[in-house]
Each structure stands twice: as C-alpha cells, then as structure tokens.
C-alpha cells in the first residue's frame, strides 16, 4: 500500500499547538488548497479545507514562523479521523506532515533582509 500526499496552499489561520502528556509539541496547520479545471468550455475553480498535523520540533518551529496566509508545501500521508459528537458520526481527513517547507510570499521579498528568516524544510517522524 502506498499513502502519500503533497500539497501547497495558504494557511487560514495561525497553527495552533498542543502537547502530549510525554511532552510532544503537535501542532495543527489549517491550510486551504486552490485547484482549477475546465467544465466544457468553463473554467472552474474549487478549494479544499484540510488541516496538516506536525510533530516535535517542526511543530514549534510551525508556530513560531508560520501565520495566517502564508504559504507551505506539506508533504505526508492522509489519515481520516472517526468520532461520534452528540449521538452523530464524524468524520475528517488530515495530513499527518512528514515536512512543511515555508514557501516566500511576495510581500516579504523586500522584508527579508530585516526579519529572521524560518528555516527552509523540517522532517520529523511522527513519536507515536
């Protein structure tokens, strides 16, 4: 079996970041993902909601640097997520991140030099 995915999109929020009773940082990085294909002789454009989860280090270094709007490249697998909330069934698919690369934007470009740059890629395996 083969689980691998890899998307770039734009955070919609600031992650938010956890810890696991054995002292863990994970963290949630809600990205949205723009796609765009043509319907007949009509171009369409559809966006997909799904939320990265990072572990470790990566995860406070996600919540250090990254902020709403940024843009990231999450290379992991896709998990979905099964709970039962007030007597209906829920359900959600993730990307459990083995790397989130900071992507520039554009508005930064000319900022760099003065603010402290986020390292370019992190890899961390998942602690459990």
Do not use: H
């Not at 734009?10 to 990085?29: K, Q």
């Not at 709007?69 to 992991?76: A, F, I, Q, T, Y």
């Not at 359900?91 to 986020?118: G, H, Y």
């Amino acid at each position: 079996m083969f689980n691998r995915i890899i998307l770039i999109g734009n955070l919609t929020r600031d992650p938010e970041i956890r810890y696991t009773p054995s002292g863990v940082a994970v963290a949630t990085v809600p990205i949205a993902v723009n796609s765009r294909y043509r319907q007949g002789n009509e171009m369409r454009e559809e966006t997909l909601f799904i939320d990265a989860v990072v572990f470790g280090k990566q995860a406070e270094s996600c919540t250090q640097y990254l902020n709403k709007g940024r843009m990231v490249l999450v290379e992991g697998r896709l998990r979905e997520r099964r709970w039962e909330y007030e007597g209906q069934k829920k359900n959600k698919f993730e990307v459990i991140a083995n790397s989130i690369r900071f992507l520039s934007r554009k508005e930064s470009v000319e900022s760099q030099d003065t603010e402290q740059l986020p390292p370019e890629e992190y890899t961390d395996l998942e602690p459990f």
